[in-house]
């Protein structure tokens, strides 16, 4: 079964807690603390693996998680490293934050997308020796891996994409040129499920042809099969329209032209402007004045034209050799780019309480609302530093912290941030 879209969970692993722990050998005097860190928790990745090309496996398991960092140890042992989960998906799926919408990558190059970062491993208790705290006797916890919930839409990578109304021979056409064995018969939705083939044309490098199923009238409303796989088409840097040039079912070929285009344009007014070629399909059953006509109305609009006969292969070898060429011309396969997170405004943040320990005159802050922001911040340019700054201020995290009894000089740790406090 072809599934192109998919929802699930991922949880990345969590670092594990540094070590209390006091170096004892003998003949060593006053050996110290030697708490060992915490080993980082695994990352949840996706990658992409030529040998998928469904969704399907995501129907039946749901839930994906990276191993936890281990616990810090004595002698200055740290905790191993969780072991990341390694999710693969097709080529060209895209990875969706499924609570905001945000489109967080495309899948589409051989490079690892990190969904889901594991949390670092807390520090152990040898960090927090200073010459008046020789015996610190508290240690960092590790921090929680990150979780979402994940949507995955998978857009096909093609180069050329077949579009028409149903049975107007698009499965033919495929077969006929490549290596793709569709499922050809005379009747409507006889293509259930996109299929790829691979075409090498005489001119130009080879490319890849994508049957999309049967666009009808409605489509991007809906209607049929177009509104699920008309996704598909947004890659492709060239449209094939095919047209059944006979009107053997009883349309108006010209009719069907335009119809296709309109729901081309309402799914995604892009498509609109994408270079498109028109092949006429079935020419040993239309007339000569109905070939004269459709041929003469796709001159006048400014459409490359080809009559066919894909069962025979008759003028498939011109039309795939012009393909070849004109997609030399053209931008490679279109890749979406990822949108940045937004970061919520200080003033709409809810939830706002912290939890603050004193150990020792270093001041733990400690609040899931203010770890999830935390990581969105980009700490190395001026605006994230101004922005952590009105974080704190404006959602009483300074207030807190006073009425905790810091004091100017202290150590603040916020998770694997630290900083001296100031007035």
Not at 38 to 46: A, P
Not at 382 to 407: K, N, P, S
Request: a negative charge.
């Amino acid at each position: 079964m072809f599934v192109d879209k998919a929802i699930i969970k991922i949880k990345a692993g969590n670092g594990g807690d540094g070590a209390v722990a006091f170096h004892r050998e003998k003949f060593v005097a006053a050996g110290g603390p030697d708490g060992g860190d915490g080993g980082k928790g695994g990352s949840v990745l996706f990658v992409a693996d030529d040998g998928i090309n469904t969704l399907s496996d995501f129907r039946y398991m749901r839930k994906y998680a990276a191993t936890h960092g281990e616990n810090g140890g004595t002698n200055r042992c740290s905790g191993r490293n969780g072991e990341d989960c390694v999710i693969k998906v097709p080529r060209g799926t895209l990875v969706y934050d499924n609570e905001t919408g945000r489109l967080m990558a495309d899948i589409s190059s051989d490079e690892p997308f990190v969904a889901a970062r594991g949390g670092r491993g807390g520090w152990g208790n040898r960090h927090f020796a200073t010459a008046t705290r020789q015996v610190p006797r508290f240690s960092k916890p590790g921090i929680p891996g990150e979780q979402k919930e994940i949507r995955l839409e998978l857009k096909l990578l093609a180069d050329v994409g077949l579009v028409g109304f149903p049975n107007v021979g698009k499965s033919t056409l495929i077969s006929v040129v490549s290596e793709a064995k569709p499922e050809i018969a005379n009747y409507h939705f006889t293509t259930i499920t996109p299929v790829l083939g691979v075409v090498r044309p005489p001119i130009g490098a080879a490319f890849v042809m994508a049957d999309i199923p049967g666009v009808i009238e409605g489509a991007s409303e809906g209607v049929g099969l177009g509104h699920e796989f008309l996704r598909h088409v947004e890659r492709c840097r060239m449209l094939v329209h095919i047209v059944d040039v006979a009107g053997s079912e009883g349309r108006d070929p010209l009719a069907d032209f335009d119809t296709i285009n309109e729901e081309l344009e309402k799914f995604n007014p892009e498509l609109a402007g994408r270079p498109m070629i028109v092949a006429g399909n079935k020419c040993d059953l239309a007339s000569d004045e109905q070939l004269a006509a459709f041929e003469a109305a796709m001159k006048e609009r400014g459409y490359a034209y080809f009559p066919l006969m894909a069962p025979i292969a008759h003028g498939t070898d011109e039309l795939i050799r012009h393909l070849g060429i004109e997609l030399g011309k053209l931008p490679p396969i279109r890749r979406f780019e990822a949108e940045a997170e937004v970061l919520p405004d200080v003033d709409t943040i809810e939830n706002r309480g912290v939890n603050i320990q004193n150990r020792d005159g270093v001041f733990f802050v400690e609040a899931q609302w203010l770890l999830n922001i935390l990581r969105g911040i980009n700490f190395a340019d001026d605006e994230g530093l101004q922005y952590f700054e009105r974080l704190l201020q404006g959602t009483g995290v300074i207030d807190a912290l006073r009425e905790a009894g810091v004091q100017e000089g202290d150590t603040v740790s916020i998770y694997d941030l630290e900083f001296e406090f100031v007035n």
